[in-house]
């Protein structure tokens, strides 16, 4: 698909009419096809690669859930 127009003479909508993608995700293809090769079309993780795995702490935990119940009232009267 990526070098459909170039193969067939065909504009980059018709290519993206008759494979079912927006112009969007062909250019985001082809960018990444020029900078990775076949590799660069494989599905990728969206899970962010700079989290780390950090453990709640007993007292981060007792926090979060106080202010989850003070949110509670405070919807529950109508304050919020």
């Not at 927006?22 to 985001?28: A, I």
């Not at 989290?51 to 007993?58: A, D, M, Q, R």
């Not at 007292?59 to 919020?80: A, T, Y």
Request: charged share 30%.
């Amino acid at each position: 698909m990526i070098i459909e127009p170039e193969r067939s003479g065909k504009t980059i909508s018709d290519v993206c009419i008759t494979f079912g993608v927006s112009r969007e995700t062909w250019y985001k293809w082809k960018r990444r096809y020029g900078a990775y090769g076949i590799d660069g079309l494989k599905d990728r993780s969206r899970k962010l690669h700079n989290i780390k795995n950090v453990k709640v702490t007993e007292k981060l935990e007792k926090l979060v859930l106080e202010l989850r119940q003070l949110v509670i009232c405070l919807l529950f009267l109508g304050m919020f």
